[in-house]
């Protein structure tokens, strides 16, 4: 089958009612071949109608000519695939690739807009065939008259057949062709089926193919929204869409959409008042979208997602995503502004965040600071140590095993074979609660507590938290982060934290549908999973409140209880916050994409405080609330220590006991399917 080229534009041909508007001439052909033109097409149609006669013209133009489809098949038939984004509410975030719309009946139309297109195109439509013969002897005639080609005598009916089949051009082969697929189609289907299957696939420029396209490109509404005035204007662009469009020529556009309100008013399809208050009424159009920077890592993300969970199902897409247009605006507007200020002057680089909904819903996703830079998404591509923003996990391993909050444990120098971890500052406070040591963040405690907890625990804690990279018997340096994670797994292993100790998985597509609104896939509505006990979880999420209250996080308090961690890896080198309310769970990483160190910043400080404004616009409008079954929050906030380097002085301290690569059956469904999602990614950030 010939291929269509659909991201070329179709090419510019003079038709009737352009004729006497102040275009640039078409170059001058011989009357004669006009006429001999004529008369070859004429004699190639009535040969392949006739049946056998005529060898020579089924040999030269019709012997590689595609055949039709079912009528069905039609509507995707060399189709671009393309896509349309749609936020949580519905409402339109970006549209990438060729623009299809949504399919649209005649039935779903205003009664003008179809005529606007005949009025435009073929006002005799209805009391012709696939071929108007009058039209073509007209169109000869006045071409003759005027010694060059003036008037087209195509049909709608052929229009869509060139669209559907054929090259852009201009040869006597292709007109035979079009003409003869032109009667196929008028064999195959009604006028009110070619009709509604040419306002659906027709080319408007803009990336838009089809009227719902092309609405929602020029003026930003359905189809079905349209008004006169816009549906004139609309039925002037398919002949030339570039040249013609509104958006670089408005006030020629204007005077097109004019001739064709005089058609439909010459056609009896409108009357001259309606025409009038349509000219006292010209079209506006809709502002131009914006760029999708702020969308951007959620965009690339949810079309591989797409791509992998609809299949080959259909070529173009309507994808309903989770994320809230407003959060995701103010979460990347918040990261640029804090690293582009604070973090440039202390070597952060980069940063990035994650913001989940209470089932699991990615609401924002900041994957770096200029999309444009760098397609290499630090939410989800990025694997780096996560320092003592893991340790939570730790300490809940710890209580599986028996230990108490209000356990005593000895805060002194422990050493493992030839590793000493030592504590931020070298010093050490001898005997802590377990309660104290991880609002302090104090490594020591830590270590003796995963020994305890015993390496085969931790993992499968790991493991039912949806923590996939760590291994399911890793080493006792996992204590203090040393294994490498991304920002969106050690988010959701938090909200077990915040849900009771029940797991979610994360989720960015709601729903695929194509555009005829078939769904094509629904996030499943799974139940959460209990995985870990609900009073020792209560246990967690008290110790973690005073994380915030009094000890490493206390700059990440914004008035409502919450509760997380602060994390930093070795040398500065990643500075984490992970937290949460009854409402959001959200991470935030700043660093450098070359590892580089930053000149000490912690986790208590330009993640803390990435995530304390980002959670204040989040809970905007919310009502305050308590986590349930909570214990009395703590005495008020004593100062805080900094857990810089929460990993220990020591070079050694953060290296891993072992390597750390994950086992095969702790890596999740949902991750499994990330890595396969990026697996063609962009490599390392540029």
């Keep these: 089958m010939t291929d269509r080229f659909p991201d070329s534009e179709p090419p510019e041909e003079v038709e009737t009612f352009r004729a006497d508007l102040a275009y640039p001439r078409p170059r001058r052909r011989s009357r004669v071949w006009g006429w001999v033109r004529g008369i070859l097409i004429l004699v190639a149609v009535l040969a392949l109608i006739g049946g056998g006669g005529a060898m020579w013209v089924k040999l030269a133009y019709l012997s590689d000519l595609p055949s039709p489809p079912s009528a069905d098949a039609l509507w995707t038939l060399n189709q671009a695939p393309g896509i349309i984004f749609l936020d949580r509410a519905g409402a339109l975030i970006a549209q990438r690739g060729p623009r299809?719309?949504?399919?649209?009946?005649?039935?779903?139309?205003?009664?003008?807009?179809?005529?606007?297109?005949?009025?435009?195109?073929?006002?005799r439509f209805y009391r012709h065939g696939a071929i108007d013969w009058t039209g073509v002897a007209r169109a000869a005639i006045a071409n003759l008259r005027a010694g060059q080609v003036v008037q087209g005598g195509s049909t709608l009916t052929q229009q869509l057949a060139k669209s559907l089949f054929l090259k852009p051009d201009q040869t006597l082969k292709r007109k035979v062709q079009e003409a003869v697929l032109a009667y196929r189609l008028g064999r195959m289907m009604s006028r009110d089926q070619i009709?509604?299957?040419?306002?659906?696939?027709?080319?408007?420029?803009?990336?838009?193919?089809?009227?719902?396209?092309?609405?929602?490109?020029?003026?930003?509404?359905?189809?079905?929204?349209?008004?006169?005035?816009?549906?004139?204007?609309?039925?002037?662009?398919?002949?030339?869409?570039?040249?013609?469009?509104?958006?670089?020529?408005?006030?020629?556009?204007?005077?097109?959409?004019?001739?064709?309100?005089?058609?439909?008013?010459?056609?009896?399809?409108?009357?001259?008042?309606?025409?009038?208050?349509a000219v006292a009424a010209p079209p506006v159009l809709a502002p131009e979208p914006p760029e999708d920077e702020d969308f951007g890592y959620v965009l690339d993300l949810a079309q591989a997602q797409a791509a992998r969970l609809a299949g080959d199902k259909a070529p173009d897409l309507v994808v309903r995503l989770s994320i809230d247009s407003g959060l995701q605006t103010t979460a990347t507007e918040i990261v640029r502004r804090v690293v582009e200020t604070d973090g440039r002057r202390a070597g952060a680089t980069e940063g990035a965040l994650v913001a989940l909904a209470p089932d699991g819903a990615i609401s924002a996703m900041v994957g770096g600071l200029d999309h444009r830079y760098s397609l290499f998404n630090r939410a989800v591509q990025a694997q780096r140590q996560p320092g003592s923003a893991f340790k939570p996990f730790i300490y809940a391993a710890a209580l599986e095993a028996g230990v108490k909050p209000t356990d005593i444990r000895e805060d002194a120098p422990v050493r493992l074979g030839p590793w000493s971890p030592k504590n931020y500052g070298g010093?050490?406070?001898?005997?802590?609660?377990?309660?104290?040591?991880?609002?302090?963040?104090?490594?020591?405690?830590?270590?003796?507590?995963?020994?305890?907890?015993?390496?085969?625990?931790?993992?499968?804690?790991?493991?039912r938290f949806g923590l996939a990279s760590i291994p399911t018997h890793p080493g006792l340096s996992v204590a203090l982060g040393a294994y490498e994670t991304n920002l969106l797994e050690l988010t959701s292993g938090y909200q077990v934290f915040q849900q009771?100790?029940?797991?979610?998985?994360?989720?960015?597509?709601?729903?695929?549908?194509?555009?005829?609104?078939?769904?094509?896939?629904a996030q499943p509505d799974a139940a959460p999973r209990q995985v870990y006990d609900p009073g020792r979880n209560a246990e967690m999420v008290r110790m973690l409140r005073g994380v915030i209250q009094r000890g490493t996080g206390v700059h990440a308090g914004f008035g409502r209880p919450a509760a997380g961690k602060t994390g930093t890896s070795q040398s500065w080198r990643?500075?984490?916050?992970?937290?949460?309310?009854?409402?959001?769970?959200?991470?935030?990483?700043?660093?450098?994409?070359?590892?580089?160190?930053?000149?000490?910043?912690?986790?208590?400080?330009?993640?803390?405080?990435?995530w304390r404004r980002f959670m204040l616009a989040a809970h905007q409008g919310l009502p305050v609330r308590d986590f349930t079954g909570q214990a009395p929050a703590p005495p008020p906030p004593a100062p805080a220590e900094s857990d810089a380097a929460d990993a220990a002085a020591s070079p050694d301290a953060e290296a891993p006991a072992e390597p750390q690569q994950p086992s095969a059956g702790a890596r999740g469904a949902f991750y499994q399917g990330l890595a396969d999602d990026f697996a063609a990614a962009e490599g390392p950030p540029r």
């Design 574 to 610: 990643d500075a984490w916050f992970v937290g949460f309310t009854p409402d959001w769970v959200c991470g935030v990483w700043v660093g450098d994409d070359a590892g580089r160190p930053m000149d000490r910043v912690a986790g208590g400080d330009l993640p803390a405080q990435i």
């Design 195 to 277: 009709l509604e299957l040419y306002l659906n696939r027709v080319f408007f420029g803009a990336q838009a193919y089809g009227v719902d396209a092309a609405a929602r490109a020029y003026f930003g509404k359905p189809a079905g929204q349209l008004t006169l005035s816009e549906a004139a204007l609309l039925a002037a662009l398919p002949k030339a869409p570039s040249r013609l469009s509104p958006a670089a020529d408005m006030p020629g556009a204007v005077a097109r959409s004019r001739l064709v309100l005089r058609r439909m008013v010459e056609e009896g399809w409108i009357t001259p008042a309606q025409e009038q208050a």
């Design 427 to 463: 010093g050490y406070r001898g005997p802590v609660t377990v309660d104290e040591a991880l609002v302090r963040s104090i490594n020591t405690v830590a270590v003796r507590l995963a020994r305890e907890a015993g390496s085969q625990r931790i993992g499968d804690l790991a493991y």
């Design 500 to 521: 009771g100790g029940r797991r979610v998985n994360p989720y960015l597509i709601e729903m695929i549908t194509d555009s005829a609104g078939k769904v094509l896939y």
């Design 100 to 123: 299809h719309g949504y399919r649209v009946r005649l039935a779903d139309l205003p009664p003008y807009v179809p005529q606007a297109f005949l009025a435009a195109e073929d006002r």
